[in-house]
């Protein structure tokens, strides 16, 4: 199984910004889709942006222009560096992995593995 680890989250004010990490145990060289999600309290988990093994990426359109997702297949590690947040912006932050090597999207019914989640926080 991949097992996913989330960190670099924590507290910030509105306009900072975070670089959240994800380490996976395979070689995420293997896996052509990688992308982040988050979820707030009382809401559904949300796709915010993937990234592809040729470099395709696609965010959610609240967050275009201020995130930026990437992946280091060398370190296994998948980032999403976080810019200009604002407090719409709290939520627990999960990376997953796509089901299969051809097809990458935002939703979740499409990634199959699942980190536990780094939670960010924006005051205002």
């Known amino acids: 199984q991949v097992r996913l680890v989330e960190s670099g989250g924590g507290s910030v004010q509105a306009g900072g910004s975070l670089r959240l990490s994800c380490a996976a145990s395979?070689?995420?060289?293997?896996?052509?889709?990688m992308g982040w999600f988050r979820q707030a309290p009382g809401k559904e988990r949300e796709g915010v942006a993937y990234?592809?093994?040729?470099?395709?990426?696609n965010y959610i359109n609240s967050v275009k222009g201020r995130f930026t997702i990437s992946r280091d297949n060398a370190k296994n590690t998948l980032y999403l560096q976080m810019n200009s947040l604002n407090p719409e912006d709290t939520a627990m932050y999960y990376c997953?992995?796509?089901?299969?090597?051809?097809?990458?999207?935002?939703?979740?019914?499409?990634?199959?593995?699942w980190g536990q989640g780094t939670q960010v926080n924006v005051s205002s």
């Open positions: 395979a070689h995420i060289s293997s896996i052509y889709c």
């Open positions: 997953a992995t796509g089901m299969v090597s051809w097809y990458c999207n935002l939703a979740k019914a499409d990634f199959a593995y």
């Open positions: 990234i592809t093994n040729d470099g395709t990426t």
